[in-house]
C-alpha cells in the first residue's frame, strides 16, 4: 500500500523557491533581468491604473506581477536544470522520475564499468529505453535488452533513445517533450500489468562471472549424497 504524500508546509516551500531562485540565477545569466522584467511591468501597469480607475487594481496588479514572476521562474529554472544534468550520469533516469504522470522508471538496468546506463521506463505510451554514454558501447547494452524485452512485453511498443547530441541523438533539454508527445497506447490497466512482468524479469538472480566464491560452494559431499538418492 503506497504511503500518503508528507505534506510540504509554507514556509518549506518558500525555503525551496528559494533554492530555486539561487540555482537559476547561478546557472542562467538572463534570469534576474527577465524576473525583474516579469515584476516591473505588471507593476507599472497597476500604478497607472490605481491613477486612473482607483486602489481596486493594486491588489490584481500585484497578483498578477506574482503570476508572471512564477511562470518566468518555472520556464528558467527548467531551462536551467536542463543545462545542468547535461552530461552528468544517470540524469536521464533523473529527469523521468521527476516528471509529471504514471512513468515508472528503473535505473541503470543494464550498465559498464564506464558509466555507460540504460534506463527502463514504463508508461501508457509503452517501454521506453534510455541509452547514456558512449554511443557505441550503449548501443550494444541496447541491443541486449531489446532482445531481452521482446520475450516478455507482447505487443506493446517498445521506444528506444540514446541520450546525446550528435546527429540521430535525443538532446536531453528535449527528452520530456519528446516523451510526452509519444501516443498513449496503453491503458493503465495495461500499465501495471506489464511493469509487474519487466519487474519480475529483472529481478531475477544472476550467477556472477568467473569462479564460484567459497562461500556460496555446495558443502564437500553434497553432490554424492544427491546422486546416491
Known sequence: MAKPQEKVSFGQRLKQIGMVFKFTAKQDRWFAPMAA????????LTVVAVMLWGWLWLPLGILFALLCLLIV??????????????????????????????WRVTPAVSSTTQMDMVHLVIGRPGVILLAEGNPQRVRGLLGQEKRRLAKVIGSAPLFDYVIGQEEGE??????????????????????????KRLKALTARPQMPKGAIPKNMR????????????
Open 73 to 102: 521562474l518555472n520556464l528558467r529554472s527548467n531551462r536551467a536544470m536542463m543545462n545542468a544534468a547535461e552530461g552528468q550520469p544517470g540524469a536521464a533516469a533523473q529527469i523521468m522520475e521527476n516528471m509529471r504522470g504514471d
Open 37 to 44: 522584467g516579469a515584476v516591473l511591468i505588471p507593476l507599472a
Open 170 to 195: 535525443l538532446p536531453i533539454r528535449k527528452l520530456r517533450m519528446t516523451l510526452m508527445r509519444l501516443p498513449r497506447s496503453l491503458s493503465g490497466k495495461d500499465v501495471n500489468s506489464l511493469d
Open 218 to 229: 555446495p558443502a564437500r559431499g553434497a553432490f554424492r549424497q544427491t546422486r546416491g538418492r
